[in-house]
Structures are given as structure tokens and as C-alpha cells.
T-cell receptor, first 109, second 112 residues
């Protein structure tokens, strides 16, 4: 079956760096997406990786290793507004997104 | 720019009642449209997707149905709601199947 694993919850301190990991097993691979979801709101797109390596976008970076079925989202200079759930999703061979359950990130002052 | 709307934002319905949720997209033509449900602590579950008017693919057997009467309109319906239908319903759109999906604000449905 298809599976996406990410930690349920993480805690970090304002101003610090946090890395959220995602491992996947899917039927085919057409890219990996990271979304941010604040409590009670819809997911918003953060990043997309289809080739191995690091994609940087301001304070957020996303890394992919297709051979290892592994990705991480790196958040730098954490701010209180980064408190949210972070969803990892992989597009499979049929162009459907397979979603992880999300990682709830708690930022402490 | 593109905008996606969903309504209502929240809904409380009794078991056995009908349901109609609407989603519309502005600023693009012939989008791919998706209905997802999100239960607490679980990943998003794809319910239906559509690549064009009148074309609906169902991913999960259930008592829900979807229709696409116009290019940028996607409707989720049920004739009789079950308690298990409670959840956060999200509509999304993309340019093509392989592209990023963008979500509407969602409808929180509680079935009592």
C-alpha cells in the first residue's frame, strides 16, 4: 500500500531552526509537496520537489532524496506565526496526492 | 489571479438530512477540481475529482456524490447524511493533474 510518515508533533523555540521529516512509499513518484495548515484553516502551498536536492524559499527550505523515499522541511528563524500543521504529500503514478497526517509544530517563546 | 470560493463555511445538519456544498473558481478556465475530506488527526482523503464539465471520478465509495454543472463550479451532495460524514470538506483546483493544488477555505460539517 501507499504510505506517508511524518512525526505527529514537534516543539521548537522562537528564533530557532526546526526540521520536519517525511518518509514515503508510493506507487510511482511525480513530486513531493509541503503545505502549511493553521488550525481551522485550509492548507496553503509551501514547496514542491521533484528532483533530488534542496529548494530554498526564504526562511523555508525543502529537501528530497528519491532513492531514500525521504524529504524534510526546514524552517529557520522561527516565528510564533509558524505554529501550524505541516502536511507532506506525494503525487503518485496516477497523479493523485497521497497525504501524510501532518506534523503539528508548536513554537514556544 | 485565481480565487477559489466555498460555502457555507460551517454547517450543522441532522443525521438523514441532505447536503449540498458548493465550490467555484475564478480567474482560470477548465481547471481540475477536487473534493477532499479531512478528519481530525488524519491525512486528507480524496473524495472526487473532475477534469472537465460532467466528468467526475470517485475515489471512495460512500453516500456522497459530486457534480460539475459548469466549468468552474463543483458541487458535493448527499441525499442522507451519516454521523461519519462529519469533517472538514476542502475543495481544490489545479491547472493540470500534475500541478500544485490550491485549496478553498473549506466547510466544517457537523452531523448530529
Amino acid at each position: 500500500g501507499q504510505n506517508i510518515d511524518q512525526p505527529t508533533e514537534m516543539t521548537a523555540t522562537e528564533g530557532a531552526i526546526v526540521q520536519i521529516n517525511c518518509t514515503y512509499q508510493t506507487s510511482g513518484f511525480n513530486g513531493l509537496f509541503w503545505y502549511q495548515q493553521h488550525a481551522g484553516e485550509a492548507p496553503t502551498f509551501l514547496s514542491y520537489n521533484v528532483l533530488d536536492g534542496l529548494e530554498e524559499k526564504g526562511r523555508f527550505s525543502s529537501f528530497l532524496s528519491r532513492s531514500k523515499g525521504y524529504s524534510y522541511l526546514l524552517l529557520k528563524e522561527l516565528q510564533m506565526k509558524d505554529s501550524a500543521s505541516y502536511l507532506c504529500a506525494v503525487m503518485d503514478i496516477n497523479y493523485q496526492l497521497i497525504w501524510g497526517a501532518g506534523t503539528k509544530l508548536i513554537i514556544k517563546p | 489571479s485565481q480565487t477559489i470560493h466555498q460555502w457555507p463555511a460551517t454547517l450543522v445538519q441532522p443525521v438523514g438530512s441532505p447536503l449540498s456544498l458548493e465550490c467555484t473558481v475564478e480567474g482560470t478556465s477548465n481547471p481540475n477540481l477536487y473534493w477532499y475530506r479531512q478528519a481530525a488527526g488524519r491525512g486528507l482523503q480524496l473524495l472526487f475529482y473532475s477534469v472537465g464539465i460532467g466528468q467526475i471520478s470517485s475515489e471512495v465509495p460512500q453516500n456522497l456524490s459530486a457534480s460539475r454543472p459548469q466549468d468552474r463550479q463543483f458541487i458535493l451532495s448527499s441525499k442522507k447524511l451519516l454521523l461519519s460524514d462529519s469533517g472538514f470538506y476542502l475543495c481544490a483546483w489545479s491547472v493540470r493533474e500534475i500541478d500544485t493544488q490550491y485549496f478553498g477555505p473549506g466547510t466544517r460539517l457537523t452531523v448530529l
